[in-house]
């Protein structure tokens, strides 16, 4: 079944509504992932049964400053859409 431009294509909003919930549940784990990875690296010297304080520590403040800077980054992105949007709004008048 082949589809060209011009077709208008009706989907069903709970399907959209379920893709869009999956996508951003992916999207959760790369974050999660990544944030394992890099703070594994950093902190992590020799892996034992047991995390020593400094090990716990890193871990920590490597998750904390991962949240800080992803907050930063939202906001920032947030503060920057609302410049552009009352920017537009205001060359129209």
Do not use: Y
């Not at 079944?1 to 919930?21: C, G, R």
């Amino acid at each position: 079944m082949s589809l060209d431009k011009n077709t208008a294509v009706s989907v069903d909003p709970q399907l959209q509504h379920f893709i869009e919930v999956e996508t951003q549940k992916q999207r959760f784990q790369f974050l999660v992932h990544g944030l394992t990875d890099t703070c594994w690296e950093l902190c992590v010297d020799k892996p034992s049964s047991r995390l020593d304080n400094r090990t716990e520590n890193c871990l920590n403040n490597c998750v904390e400053r991962f949240i800080d800077t992803t907050n930063f980054i939202v906001n920032r992105l947030e503060k920057t859409q609302q410049f552009a949007a009352v920017s537009s709004d205001l060359s129209f008048e």
